[in-house]
């Protein structure tokens, strides 16, 4: 690590590591050479010098002028057996504003620094705690709104991307260092790699990294939620639909035509998974300006979807197929659209499969009555079903980072050269320095390789707590 770091360690840090405003219980958490010592001044208690790593005692935090402030429960964590690798000390105080504020004061004067953004996981990293996947990890699991985001975070924070990629790297480096040994040698025109097995190698590699980075496109739907846009015309039931699906009263729902007049969105877990549900302005022509605007945002919404359900009014559900499929279909041949048949309870049962599958084929119909549970929860299997993410478990790696897929990416076009290089038979040096590369690039994803500028971008987007 760099001598930014070194400074950066040279500090005890306190910040409030639970949410802000008022609770039943805050936690101030202290990190650093003198946490021991700075909160041993304004403790009440058990002596700290005493106390025994990894346990918690009931005591009493006086401010600088002796009076008492609360009552606190103390945990302490001597380094390096502490998530920083530093001596940790938390705080769990009363939730009064107040008080962490208080609390937080009294720790500054005694001579703590206030921490910044993500400091404390960013002095685990620095201690090797954690590599750099794993801390971008504990900002994923923190973020979390759903079973899989979650599972993938834990496993990353676990190291199940970092045991992959050390893998790899390792079986790289091992055939490397030989390929670059044959330099000493190369007036005797020697080789000490198999140029069959390392091609061998480097194909089996690539095709690994192409999955993950593969991956991304699942790991960033189940990490940000799956698109999913609602469509049709004026009056379909659209932003009922949207209700039921929230089970709340989201959007206006009116029987007057154009109510809706912007994309509105929420998201919903369903199956497990999170899903981003976009209400839309109905399709219709108009001369409003502001509705016109509208309907054209409704198009970007449907480009930008994963799964469109465009929602037909069962009581005149040909006529309508007929008259917007042309504006709907062209922007659903790449998304998994879904007839809804709305209405049911008030329609006369008109036959739409049959032209819809003219109009696109395999085009699923879900006849449903948006107020009936049944019906609704019988569209979300349908949409679970659409959105065919992988199945997550709890050793699943799936890339859901932008920073990990651009990284992966270069790694593949490197071993892509690498390859046509053994190929082409090219001397061990320059093959060698594909491959050296592609170890780069794999390693500025878990931190063996990196720079001050990526950590400082990375650890500014986690709250000051963590």
Not at 324 to 332: E, N, T, V, Y
Request: proline letters at 3%; aromatic letters at 4%.
């Amino acid at each position: 690590m760099t001598n930014d770091n070194n400074s950066l360690t040279a500090h005890t840090i306190c910040a409030i590591a639970t949410p802000p405003g008022m609770g039943g219980i805050a936690m101030v958490r202290v990190s650093g050479p003198e946490a021991i010592d700075i909160v041993a001044s304004r403790w009440r208690g058990k002596p700290l010098n005493d106390m025994r790593s990894h346990t918690v005692h009931l005591g009493q935090i006086i401010d600088s002028q002796g009076s008492l402030l609360d009552q606190v429960v103390l945990t302490l964590y001597r380094g390096p057996h502490s998530f920083t690798g530093e001596d940790v000390i938390e705080i769990a105080c009363h939730g009064s504003r107040w008080i962490q504020q208080q609390l937080l004061a009294t720790l500054i004067d005694a001579g703590c620094r206030m921490a910044t953004g993500g400091e404390f996981t960013r002095r685990a990293v620095v201690a090797g705690r954690l590599d750099l996947s794993q801390a971008e990890a504990v900002a994923d699991v923190i973020a979390a709104q759903s079973q899989a985001s979650a599972r993938l975070a834990l496993n990353q924070m676990r190291g199940g991307l970092s045991r992959e990629l050390a893998a790899l790297r390792e079986r790289l480096l091992h055939f490397v260092a030989l390929m670059e040994l044959e330099l000493d040698f190369s007036e005797e025109d020697v080789e000490f790699a198999d140029r069959t097995q390392v091609t061998a190698l480097a194909s089996e590699i690539e095709q690994k990294i192409a999955g993950l980075a593969q991956s991304f496109h699942a790991g960033n739907a189940i990490r940000g939620g799956v698109p999913v846009a609602i469509v049709g015309q004026t009056n379909a039931g659209k932003s009922t639909l949207l209700n039921a699906l929230l089970h709340d009263d989201r959007a206006l729902v009116s029987d007057i035509h154009g109510t809706t007049r912007d994309v509105i969105e929420d998201t919903i877990t369903m199956g497990g998974t999170l899903f981003r549900l976009i209400d839309t302005a109905g399709i219709r022509h108009s001369d409003d300006l502001v509705e016109t605007m509208g309907i054209e945002r409704s198009f970007r919404a449907m480009d930008q979807a994963q799964i469109v359900l465009w929602v037909i009014d069962g009581t005149a559900a040909l006529p309508h197929i007929e008259q917007f499929s042309h504006q709907i279909l062209p922007h659903c041949h790449d998304k998994h659209l879904i007839a809804v048949v709305n209405k049911t309870d008030l329609a006369d049962g008109q036959p739409v499969t049959a032209l819809l599958n003219r109009l696109q084929p395999q085009t699923p119909v879900v006849a449903i009555s948006a107020h009936s549970e049944a019906d609704v929860a019988r569209l979300e299997h349908h949409i679970v079903e659409a959105a065919a993410l992988p199945q997550v478990d709890d050793d699943t790696v799936i890339i859901t980072n932008a920073r990990h897929y651009q990284a992966l990416r270069r790694a593949h076009e490197a071993l892509q050269r690498t390859l046509v290089g053994l190929r082409d038979g090219l001397p061990g040096d320059l093959v060698s320095q594909d491959i050296r590369q592609c170890l780069h690039h794999l390693g500025t994803i878990t931190g063996q390789i990196t720079t001050d500028e990526i950590l400082g971008e990375i650890f500014a987007h986690f709250c000051v707590g963590k």
